[in-house]
């Protein structure tokens, strides 16, 4: 069957959302023997350098365009991956993927901020909503006694969050300027450039880790930079540059619905109550945000 190219884009924009949606709790089995600068910095980097080949040819760049790559990689990346590596340590994956999924309401929000994007009525309900259901969920975590999640972690994954809002905010002018798979390139490249610091240091106070990985980190480590970091960009990335602006963040619904069932299948997680209430929420948020006539393409 042939496809054409707006299928395709779905299709991509399908993969992508479901490879990241069973990334928290792949990351976060992996993290227990993996130190986490380590892994962001392996996974990044590794990426860049085996997407080279793909892109040696369309990555010369002018010299104004340098900060603003700099800027977004750094949002994009080294700054949205460390909080939520950091985020995924403290709280559960289940409440990492429902969190995420609050992005295109957060995402809209800065749009009318930054982009002078129109504030209608439903984003507004759709916005109160989300985050109500956020609360829920932190709240949760604040209540209860002797708990193995943090609500700090909840709040590290909004941030992570809320990095990766800008950071497409800032990608729709690097867009006009570069193909999808070069924005990829230099996000990765210069993103892992940042954690580069910090991984030497914790690597040279114990690298041990190397010696003692298991099987299932091992896979891990492979799912982060195959799947996580090249399909799912690469898929991401082009899938947006065919797609409807208005219909794109229809597709991070997918991704707490694979993130629920991977944290549940992989990490034996449990959901609660509070849980369903505040996903319940933040889903109802989504769709009536969605409505919203002037949502933006996220680059």
Known sequence: MNLNNHQKAILALILASIIWGATGPVMKLTLKEVPLVSLAFIRFFAAAIILFPFVFRKISIKRN??????????????????????????????????????????????????????????????????????LIIIGKDLLQNGMHVSPIGDFLILIATLCFVFYQII???IFNKFKPITITFYSFLIGSLGFLPAFLFEFSKDSSWVANLSTGA?????YGIFLSSLAAYSLWQWGLSKFEASKAGFFFYLDPIASTIAAVIILSEKITLPFII????????????????????LN
């Open 65 to 134: 365009d340098i900060p603003i790559l700099i800027i977004s990689a750094f949002l994009g990346v080294t700054l949205n991956i460390t909080l939520f590596f950091w985020g995924l340590t403290l709280t559960s994956a289940l409440n990492s993927g429902i969190i995420i999924a609050s992005g295109p309401i957060l995402l809209l929000l800065f749009a009318h901020i930054f982009l002078k994007d129109k504030l209608s009525k439903n984003l507004l309900i759709g916005s109160a909503l989300g985050i109500l259901g956020i």
């Open 171 to 173: 990608n729709k002018e």
């Open 278 to 297: 505040g996903a319940i929420l933040i889903f109802a948020g989504l769709f009536i945000a969605e409505k919203h006539s002037s949502c933006h393409q």
């Open 218 to 222: 091992t896979i891990g480590i492979f």
